[in-house]
């Protein structure tokens, strides 16, 4: 299995395709499992910030795919995982 890490919203449109791709779907057919349209499928590859977070997750899940967030300011201390800085600003 190999992880993807994501930067930007830009790189979430390119990846759900590759998915997409590699599981032999058109987006037709993708659309057809969510109960959505073609139209919509290709707005989320082409730009992944007009779909909510919802349909995102949905639509990973419809590709077998999962989202992972991992806390980058964690520091490996010895087998224990420390947090460097719990807090997260907007």
């Known amino acids: ?13 390119p990846l759900v ?5 590699a599981r032999h ?3 037709a057919e993708l659309a ?3 109960g959505t349209t073609q139209q919509a499928i290709s707005k989320l590859e082409q730009d ?12 990973l899940a419809a590709l077998g795919v999962e989202l992972v967030l991992r806390d980058t300011r964690s520091i490996q201390v010895g087998s224990r995982k420390t947090a460097s800085d719990s807090s997260v600003t907007w």
């Open 17 to 21: 395709a590759s998915f997409r791709r």
């Open 48 to 59: 992944p910030t007009v779909v909510s977070v919802e349909r995102l997750m949905k639509t």
């Open 32 to 34: 057809r499992k969510l």
């Open 1 to 13: 299995m190999q992880d993807f890490v994501v930067h930007t919203p830009d790189q979430l449109g």
């Open 25 to 27: 779907m058109s987006q």
